[in-house]
């Protein structure tokens, strides 16, 4: 009974061990070419307005780093429009997944 004991432990602590290695990969958006600066409503009032960008993020054990990898999505797909400034907008959460969303502005 003690081996069977045993091996279950070990098992287990094997299989949890490899679940957390990892985080999921996902399509990434290509790196920024330029540097994309956080700013404010008030920073912004004066630049072009791009577009909204948005990035979903998955949850569960790796809901850290996949919310981590969606805000730099969001700043990727920001500077491929060409933008030089981001707002945050407030993030939302359905289910297991969080939209994170931004707006992209061109400040010269």
């Known amino acids: 009974m003690r081996i069977t004991s045993t091996a279950a432990t070990t098992l287990i602590v094997t299989l949890l061990a490899a679940c957390g290695t990892q985080a999921p990969t996902r399509p990434s958006t290509p790196k920024a070419e330029h540097e994309v600066v956080d700013a404010t409503p008030e920073q912004v009032a004066n630049c072009k307005y791009l577009d909204d960008v948005s ?38 959460q359905v289910l297991d997944s969080t939209t994170t969303r931004g707006r992209a502005y061109r400040c010269d």
């Open 55 to 92: 990035s979903v993020s998955g949850a569960g054990t790796f809901a850290g780093a996949a919310r981590a990898g969606a805000r730099r999505e969001v700043v990727n797909k920001a500077a491929a429009l060409g933008a030089t400034h981001l707002v945050w907008l407030e993030s939302s």
